[in-house]
């Protein structure tokens, strides 16, 4: 069984701050690794992924990826209450079904004015 | 506008009626997905196609059936045989297959009572 743990929150930071996100996944064959955003009512939004070991920066979002630990994370600086929403991690590997995504649950942000 | 269309937004049926959720893609990608998602769970992989004329099955495919008739279209049947049909289904779509960025359209919700 290939797992996508996730803290499920909610993880309440206020505007301005670094939200901190994390997974952990069991399949230490996985490759890849991405972030969705999920607005309530709303489907998936990829806004980051990541395949090799480091950081990867795009805007307010950075995502770490640390293979040897089967850890990935999310960093969102300077949180807006427009960042509230559910962000999913993913994960993907050859070996799975005509390489479809693992996903976790999902952590739920609230970012507080 | 490239993108993946999804229709109907809601939908309603009777318990014992089949019903068609429809998936249209013209991103020119190669293979498309259904996913299920229930409250408070992670997606879950119903039926996957890389490419046309040849789909496979997820995680959970009793009581769904597909066709990838055409590159752009992947609809998805639910039939009476679903014994828990109420959820927000999900299609997604990437370039090539293999573990690469999965884009998602709007999604279906459906209610059987």
């Known amino acids: 069984q290939k797992e996508v743990e996730q803290n499920s929150g909610p993880l309440s930071v206020p505007e301005g701050a670094i939200a901190s996100l994390n997974c952990t996944y069991s399949?230490?064959?996985?490759?890849?690794f991405f972030w969705y955003r999920q607005y309530s009512g709303k489907s998936p939004e990829l806004i980051m992924s990541i395949y090799s070991n480091g950081d990867k920066e795009d805007g307010r979002f950075t995502a770490q990826l640390n293979k040897a630990s089967q850890y990935v994370s999310l960093l969102i600086r300077d949180s807006q209450p427009s960042d509230s929403a559910t962000y999913l991690c993913?994960?993907?590997?050859?070996?799975?079904?005509?390489?479809?995504?693992?996903f976790g649950k999902g952590t739920s942000l609230l970012v507080t004015p | 506008d490239g993108g993946i269309t999804q229709s109907p937004k809601y939908l309603f049926r009777k318990e014992g009626q089949n019903v068609t959720l429809s998936c249209e893609q013209n991103l020119n990608h190669d293979a498309m997905y259904w996913y299920r998602q229930d409250p408070g769970q992670g997606l879950r992989l119903i039926y996957y196609s890389q490419i046309v004329n040849d789909f496979q099955k997820g995680d959970i495919a009793e009581g769904y059936s597909v066709s990838r008739e055409k590159k752009e279209s992947f609809p998805l049947t639910v039939t009476s045989a679903q014994k828990n049909p109420t959820a927000f289904y999900l299609c997604a779509s990437s370039i090539l297959p293999g573990t690469n960025e999965q884009y998602f359209g709007p999604g279906t919700r459906l209610t059987v009572t």
């Open positions: 399949d230490r064959g996985s490759q890849s």
């Open positions: 993913a994960v993907g590997s050859n070996s799975n079904s005509g390489y479809a995504l693992n």
